[in-house]
């Protein structure tokens, strides 16, 4: 097998603005963060890396480790400090990232929502209203920042946002509720579309997507048909109905039943998100990981050859050419990284060598960050961080990945 990837493929780092940039008080996550008790360690993203502030050492690191492409995430919050209000400073701070990256040839994909909203936004998606409250922000970042973007993506894991702040309540808001969860996908899906089709409008030629989390769902006992129907039915509501809806505007139960803005083509890359799989038990519905299964700092098994077998399924259902967005790894001790990638980037390239159009994979992350509840104790970085004096040092398999972008080979 070709293990040599084309030289257009692109290898980069993901980041999510909440989780990197530090100082902002004016999101929702900082807020779920001043209750004791719901981040381990007790950290917020007021701290974060203080990527806000050395972004360009983080550039110049990812330009001298030979990547190519940069996903970077915008803080609404911070860019509509209030409705309807626009900081034009902080949208400043953004164009001049932006231009400092396209500047060393590293290709920006920008996300615009990445599980945090401004405070402000009461009822965040619950409400219809959130629809065009989603749109105005849009228009206005791609409006200020679209002649800098080649790739934009709506929306990160649709299905982790709901899943976590609305049938669990581990996330903000908090809620456990059915009913509302599918009521929060409905929206989103609406406001993806609505915001795809505001960027068509303000930059022709754009090219728009989601981030979908995407898991192998696998029965726990092979031959337990319970087990088996309960892990197609887990796949279905967590991950195959809301790309439905988001892909096509066709709302699919338990989401909706209708094509309120028509039925179409919504997506012009398909982000993929791949982490692990599941063992799904039909006894508690139970979401497991087999006994046995090698795994990483988190209990998530490490599953290399299911980035495979999703990306083939998404590409045969809907054609359109994917961006692997996330992959990566939680492993302070770097000791299972430089395996994890190279594992999986052997993967993509089994895929292109079958024919499926995988144009970029990024990495993540770049540097160790705040990872939601798990604060910062979760480390996912290519470059480990010391939160107290912000020293980043590229971890060995940082430096394993800087080699496979610069060559385009595996080793
Ligand atoms: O840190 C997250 C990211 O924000 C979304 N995808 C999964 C990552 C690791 O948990």
């Known amino acids: 097998m070709n293990t040599e990837f084309p030289r257009n493929f692109l290898f980069g780092a993901a980041t999510a603005a909440t989780q990197v940039e530090g100082g902002d008080k004016n999101n929702t996550w900082y807020a779920w963060a001043q209750k004791e008790g719901r981040i381990k360690g007790g950290g917020s993203p007021l701290r974060g890396t203080d990527h806000w502030n050395r972004w360009r050492e983080d550039f110049d690191l990812m330009a001298n480790m030979g990547l190519t492409t940069y996903r970077l995430g ?27 990256l396209n500047a060393r040839n590293i290709k920006p ?10 405070r402000w ?16 922000f849009v228009r206005y970042a791609v409006d200020r920042l679209g002649d ?15 899943v976590k702040g609305y049938y669990f309540g581990e996330f903000p808001p908090g809620k456990k509720s059915f009913p509302l969860a599918m009521l929060v996908y409905k929206h989103l899906a609406l406001a993806h579309i609505r915001a795809y089709n505001a960027i068509h409008e303000l ?6 997507g989601v981030a979908h989390h995407l898991r192998v769902f696998s029965p726990y006992s092979p031959f337990n048909p319970a087990d088996a129907a309960a892990a197609k039915l887990m796949k279905y509501l967590f991950q195959d109905a809301i790309i439905e809806c988001m892909a096509t505007g066709n709302l699919v139960s338990p989401i909706g039943h209708n094509a309120p803005y028509g039925k179409g083509c919504y997506q012009d890359f398909f982000g993929v998100n791949y982490y692990t799989r599941s063992a799904v038990k039909a006894k508690g519905f139970a979401d497991t990981v087999f006994e046995d299964a090698p795994v990483n700092d988190l209990g998530w098994e490490i ?15 809907y054609r359109t050419p994917i961006y692997i967005t996330e992959n990566g790894i939680c492993d302070a001790a770097d000791s299972r990284r430089s395996r994890f990638i190279v594992d999986h980037l052997y993967q993509v390239a089994k895929l292109l060598d079958d024919g499926v159009d995988v144009r970029r994979y990024y990495h993540w992350t770049l540097t160790d960050n705040f990872e939601w ?39």
């Open 121 to 136: 936004l009461k009822g965040g998606f619950e409400q219809p209203e959130s629809i065009s409250v989603f749109e105005r």
């Open 148 to 162: 800098l973007v080649e790739d934009w993506i709506t929306i990160n894991e649709p299905n982790v946002y709901v």
């Open 303 to 317: 599953y290399p050859k299911g980035l495979y077998k999703l990306c083939k399924e998404v590409y045969k259902k």
């Open 373 to 411: 509840l798990e604060g910062e104790t979760a480390r996912f970085g290519l470059a480990e961080v010391d939160f107290e004096t912000q020293k980043r040092t590229l971890r060995p398999s940082g430096w394993l990945y800087s080699l496979i972008s610069k060559t385009h080979k595996l080793p």
């Open 203 to 208: 930059c022709p030629g754009t090219r728009v």
């Open 109 to 118: 994909l920008v996300t615009l929502f990445h599980f945090s909203l401004p």
């Open 74 to 100: 915008l803080e609404w919050s911070r860019i509509e400090p209030r409705p309807g209000v626009f900081d034009e400073g902080a949208v400043a701070r953004y164009r001049e990232m932006l231009e400092y």
